[in-house]
């Protein structure tokens, strides 16, 4: 197959539709850049191959977002698992690894050349007293791009770890994507109760496996104080005060949001749900299935309910990834 076809076929994949909705605007323009890079078809790519694109003209020579190249290693992550899938290379873990241990590289790469433009879309930014959320995924994805590029300027997050300033943006562009687009609800009228619909019910089901480490949950208070100050100082949000009292009230709670053995019960009921065509777009539907499953899993149900979900509560579920009026 030539890269079209394969980036096609690709699109028409479970593990595509897991990507957020930025990832997956990006994924066509990623795809075809990464794989025409070099010349000749996947199955005589090596590992090395991928630090080598990721490094050269493909960092350099494109006038493309921050969050393009944020978004490249998740697609790629996808990608690879899903090229060995298809057979048309071996050993994606191997690929995937050194794409991980790239990106660092990569960004550092792409920003340089990117430093002038910002520049001047800074003095354009410093004249907008207020922004208004658009409604559609692509608007809101690019208003979350610009937070994301404000946020980048402050010292707390530009000396951040690599790796932490990866979770960061990973939590604010799954968090604002949750509350716009999810939720459907602009910063204006963000507050406690739709922070913890958003983080407690929804954020975990919607990270990728990898993402899912307590490094991340760690930067969640830290990530969230700084979008909602951030926010305020812009003028879209009005009710900095009470956010970050409900931040720090949750701390604890927000910093120990995952658990294994609940995200693997989360996982199989989800595919029990998919197996038995279960829209979980409905919540009655998700409700009566639920209930269905842990008739039939007493055990298991019961000791993850009893620990992890406050009476009243259930997940929430989504047919894919971020920014799925859903975001990742």
Known sequence: ??????IGK??????????????????????TAFLTAKNSTLANWQ????????????ATDQDEPHNYYVATTPILTSFFKFAEAEALLDDSQAFIKVAKDTRSDMLAL??????????????KTKAVKAEV????????????????????????VGNLTDTDRHYFDVIIDAASELMVLGLKREPETWDGELFAEAMFRRFVPILESDEKDQALFDQIPFALSELVKHLSSIKVLSNEQDLLEWIRKHHDALVH??????????TNLTRAMRIAGVDTTKRAQVNAFTQ???????????????????????????KKGRRKKKRH
């Not at 590992?47 to 493909?58: E, M, N, Y």
């Open 133 to 156: 959320v658009a409604e559609t995924p692509e608007a809101v994805g690019d208003q979350i791009d610009r937070w994301l590029d404000d946020l980048h300027k402050l010292p707390v």
């Open 292 to 318: 269905f499953y842990l008739s039939q899993n007493k055990q298991e149900g019961q000791a993850l309910y009893t620990s992890k979900i406050k009476p009243g509560q259930q997940p929430a579920f989504r």
């Open 110 to 123: 792409s920003s340089q050349k990117t430093d002038t433009a910002k520049k001047i879309s800074d003095k």
């Open 1 to 6: 197959m030539d890269p079209q076809e394969i």
């Open 10 to 31: 690709f699109q028409q994949s479970s593990l595509f539709q897991k990507l957020s909705d930025n990832q997956q605007k990006f994924t066509e323009q990623v795809l």
């Open 47 to 58: 590992p090395k191959d991928v630090a080598t694109i990721l490094t050269g003209r493909f």
């Open 257 to 266: 949001l995952y658990d294994q053995n609940f995200d693997d019960f989360y």
